[in-house]
């Protein structure tokens, strides 16, 4: 279930691969804040693996933080994870309709 919620979350995660995120100076981090308050500092390829957030970094820059208030501490935490862990190699795409048991 948390392969789903983060490709849900993330909206594009199956097509990260293909964008290179923002050029951005060496060492800058993208601060995610969940809506509890909580602030993530997160390395761009991994923030940017979201569409929603790469459209915020585009439009706005890295400058703020980004306000993600539909997003809990404890699933953005997860989510961050999951996409720390296929920065480097995609996941599978989800097969569509899901199918039911």
Avoid at 69 to 90: E, M, R, W
């Amino acid at each position: 279930w948390l392969k789903q919620l983060a490709q849900n979350l993330l909206q594009d995660a199956c097509c990260f691969a293909q964008l290179d995120p923002p050029s951005m100076p060496e060492g800058d981090k993208v601060l995610l804040k969940s809506s509890q308050g909580e602030i993530f500092e997160v390395e761009p390829e991994v923030a940017c693996m979201s569409t929603l957030v790469r459209n915020m970094v585009d439009d706005s820059g890295t400058d703020e933080e980004i306000p993600l208030p539909n997003v809990k501490t404890a699933i953005l935490s997860k989510v961050i994870d999951y996409c720390k862990y296929h920065k480097d190699s995609p996941p599978e795409e989800i097969q569509k309709p899901l199918k039911s048991t």
